[in-house]
């Protein structure tokens, strides 16, 4: 074997590799991985087998220790990953997306050295965010824009606190004035639309065709989050007081379904129920009695609010494909469907009128998301003049000013609409003329 071939010795993942290169011996670790997935690995020589090993250990060490090699070779990735590790007071999806936010920042700054990052830098990315093309052809929202560079500002917080630098470059960054459509990404029915889709969702539920609208229902009467609406047991609603309490959530996570905490403290809340959603639940717990009886032996015990036909926990996705099943019934040429075989065979026959009417009433409605049915809560109940503190608490917002900016186009509206002018003008002015005539 040539001096210069690799001869290597199996080790663990994570462990490293030592080979001879010459007179020397060379080393690569594998640390992790960064925010985009790709390997964070080191490298280097050294004179013997020994010091090699040393190296390499003192480069593991470092980073378990949260210093990345010397300070002086950290670059901005590297950084963010260890930063992300630091967050252990989140969740795996909330931190998932601290990194997704993060990725739109590091595409432009990712690999600079964290102490070559300067304010002119981080001004040039939030330029070039603002400008960036999202989905649906649409620009990077402001809301977007401002979650991406508070975490920008956590990391090279972190980066000072760990005395890698000494001032934070993000001091002197400031979210622009950008001219956002900040609306766009709040899809919101307007009330006429809201009244036909619980029409339309109502009547498919009696009908048997859509089990599931009382949990579609309390995203659109009480703004409930779909991990909420899907979290929810019997014992967490009390019909006799009219109340529903927030204490965990199922939510998709990068392990799968998971069942835990509201997302935030102010997000476990009792409510107090509106006598159209308390009126729903009672018919639903009529509806699930049925269908345990049915079940027998077979149905599970768990106590959950919108059970699978088994009594087991429903998967989240189902409640999108509800609200997919009822849009499509929003279609006006859907009411000339109703020949042998169509789904309107399903319908009974003392409902079917009723469910043309509704179904004609006007346009198909825009596709929207179970979350769109919380938006279009929030937006209503602002309209109906609830003061936005209540709107706030019901949506499970840390404050009345999350509420404000999400909202503000629609309380802009209605302050617009209240004008009072205490000093209207005279329906004819005199003209300066005929004032100097008198």
Same mark, same amino acid.
């Given at each position: 074997?040539?001096g210069?071939? *690799?001869k290597t010795?199996?080790? %663990?993942n994570?462990?490293?590799?030592?080979?001879?290169?010459?007179?020397?011996?060379?080393?690569?670790v594998?640390?992790?991985?960064?925010?985009?997935?790709?390997?964070?690995t080191?490298?280097?020589?050294?004179?013997s087998?020994?010091?090699a090993?040393?190296? =390499?250990?003192?480069v593991?060490?470092?980073?378990?220790?949260?210093?990345?090699?010397?300070p002086?070779?950290?670059?901005?990735?590297?950084?963010?990953?260890r930063?992300?590790?630091r967050?252990?007071?989140?969740?795996p999806?909330t931190?998932?997306?601290?990194?997704?936010?993060?990725g739109y920042?590091?595409?432009?700054?990712?690999?600079?050295?964290?102490?070559?990052?300067?304010?002119?830098? /981080?001004?040039?990315?939030?330029?070039?965010l603002?400008?960036?093309?999202m989905?649906?052809?649409?620009?990077m929202s402001r809301?977007?824009?401002?979650?991406?560079?508070?975490?920008?500002?956590?990391?090279?917080?972190?980066?000072?606190?760990?005395?890698?630098?000494?001032?934070?470059p =993000?001091?002197?960054?400031?979210?622009?004035?950008?001219?956002?459509?900040?609306?766009?990404?709040?899809?919101?029915?307007s009330?006429?639309q809201?009244?036909?889709?619980?029409g339309?969702?109502?009547?498919l539920y009696?009908?048997g #065709?859509?089990?599931?609208?009382?949990?579609?229902?309390?995203?659109l009467?009480?703004? /409930?989050?779909?991990?909420?609406?899907m979290?929810?047991?019997w014992?967490?609603?009390?019909?006799?007081?009219?109340?529903?309490?927030? &204490?965990?959530?199922?939510? =998709?996570?990068?392990?799968?379904?998971v069942?835990?905490?509201?997302?935030?403290?102010?997000? *476990?809340?009792? #409510?107090? =129920?509106?006598?159209?959603?308390?009126?729903?639940?009672?018919?639903?717990?009529?509806?699930?009695?049925a269908?345990?009886?049915?079940?027998?032996?077979?149905w599970?015990?768990?106590?959950? /609010?919108?059970?699978?036909?088994l009594?087991?926990?429903?998967h989240?996705?189902?409640?999108?494909r509800?609200?997919?099943?009822?849009?499509?019934?929003?279609?006006?040429?859907r009411?000339?469907q109703?020949?042998?075989?169509?789904?309107?065979?399903?319908?009974p026959?003392? #409902?079917?009128?009723?469910?043309?009417?509704?179904?004609v009433?006007?346009?198909?409605l825009?596709d929207?998301?179970?979350?769109?049915?919380?938006?279009?809560?929030?937006?209503?109940a602002l309209?109906h %003049?609830?003061?936005?503190?209540?709107?706030?608490?019901?949506?499970?917002h840390g404050?009345p000013a999350i509420?404000?900016t999400?909202?503000?186009?629609?309380?802009?509206?209605? #302050? &617009?609409a209240?004008?009072?002018?205490?000093?209207?003008?005279?329906?004819v002015?005199?003209?300066?003329a005929?004032?100097?005539?008198?």
């Amino acid at each position: 074997m040539t001096g210069g071939e *690799r001869k290597t010795k199996a080790r %663990g993942n994570g462990e490293g590799t030592v080979w001879k290169e010459g007179d020397l011996y060379r080393w690569q670790v594998t640390l992790g991985y960064n925010t985009a997935g790709k390997r964070i690995t080191r490298s280097g020589r050294a004179d013997s087998k020994k010091a090699a090993h040393d190296a =390499m250990n003192k480069v593991q060490a470092d980073y378990s220790r949260g210093l990345i090699g010397e300070p002086d070779k950290v670059i901005v990735e590297d950084f963010a990953a260890r930063w992300l590790r630091r967050q252990h007071d989140v969740t795996p999806r909330t931190a998932k997306k601290y990194g997704q936010e993060l990725g739109y920042a590091l595409e432009h700054i990712g690999s600079m050295r964290l102490q070559d990052v300067r304010p002119h830098h /981080l001004k040039d990315v939030v330029a070039r965010l603002a400008a960036r093309e999202m989905r649906n052809d649409t620009r990077m929202s402001r809301s977007t824009l401002g979650r991406t560079l508070t975490r920008l500002r956590g990391v090279f917080k972190e980066a000072v606190a760990d005395q890698i630098i000494y001032v934070n470059p =993000m001091d002197g960054v400031k979210l622009p004035k950008i001219s956002v459509n900040e609306t766009a990404s709040v899809k919101a029915l307007s009330p006429d639309q809201a009244a036909r889709l619980h029409g339309i969702g109502l009547t498919l539920y009696d009908a048997g #065709l859509c089990r599931l609208w009382p949990a579609l229902f309390l995203s659109l009467g009480m703004g /409930l989050r779909r991990g909420e609406v899907m979290g929810l047991k019997w014992a967490d609603v009390d019909l006799d007081r009219g109340t529903l309490r927030i &204490r965990q959530t199922r939510v =998709m996570d990068v392990q799968g379904i998971v069942t835990g905490n509201p997302k935030t403290t102010n997000s *476990r809340r009792e #409510l107090h =129920m509106p006598a159209s959603v308390s009126a729903l639940l009672r018919r639903h717990r009529v509806a699930q009695d049925a269908e345990r009886a049915t079940a027998g032996p077979e149905w599970q015990s768990g106590g959950v /609010l919108f059970a699978t036909a088994l009594g087991e926990w429903t998967h989240p996705d189902n409640l999108n494909r509800a609200l997919s099943a009822v849009l499509s019934w929003t279609e006006p040429t859907r009411a000339a469907q109703d020949g042998q075989g169509s789904v309107w065979t399903r319908v009974p026959r003392d #409902l079917r009128d009723a469910l043309k009417v509704a179904v004609v009433a006007g346009e198909r409605l825009p596709d929207i998301s179970p979350h769109d049915l919380r938006h279009t809560y929030a937006t209503l109940a602002l309209r109906h %003049g609830v003061p936005v503190e209540v709107v706030s608490k019901n949506l499970g917002h840390g404050s009345p000013a999350i509420t404000l900016t999400v909202y503000r186009h629609v309380l802009d509206d209605e #302050l &617009r609409a209240t004008v009072v002018d205490l000093f209207p003008a005279p329906a004819v002015l005199p003209s300066p003329a005929a004032a100097v005539l008198n």
